[in-house]
């Protein structure tokens, strides 16, 4: 009996020894391709071909099956609100556009480009004690521009398109 009681124990030392055993098994996948490299408190690795991968989301939380975890931080720009009353017209035009704002003179520049971006014309904005500006488009094709005004003393830039029909 006593013989019989130590064989049922060393059974169960070696079945649990073989249990625990398989807990320390380094993580696998299976995939097509991937590697792993590390150095000086920075690693990287990727895998390719993940047969399964699922991402559930819950109300509370996300769980995400798979060997690589992606990590994500979401960044967004709040838009502040602009206080500058501008307005453009005609647009689209075909002979002028008119430009006008009460503050017209705090623009440290105020350029046209073409839709390639080369520079057509620029006015320092400063110089306009008037709270309008003109500019002349029978100079250039029909098609899309760009109007940028500059205030750099707020650090303020503002694009406008602005289309020349025929």
Known sequence: MKHQFTS??????????????????????????????????????????????ETGVSSSS???QGYQQ????????????????????PNPTSEFLIIESVDLNK??????YDINGKLLWSENGNSHVENRLRVDFTPYA?????LK?????NQESYSYSVVKSH
Do not use: C, H, K, R
Not at 70 to 88: C, K, N
């Open 70 to 89: 992606g990590f994500l931080t979401p960044t967004a720009i709040d838009e502040v609100p602009s206080e500058l009353e501008l307005s453009l017209y």
């Open 8 to 53: 049922i124990i060393a059974s169960v030392a070696l079945v649990a020894g073989l249990s625990f055993s398989s807990f320390s098994q380094e993580l696998e996948i299976l995939g097509s391709a991937g590697t792993e490299a590390s150095s000086s408190g920075a690693s990287i690795s990727y895998t390719v071909g993940e047969l399964v991968v």
């Open 62 to 64: 996300v769980l995400t």
């Open 149 to 153: 005004m500059v205030d750099s003393q």
């Open 142 to 146: 029909a098609g899309n521009y760009i």
């Open 107 to 112: 623009f440290d520049q105020i350029t046209m």
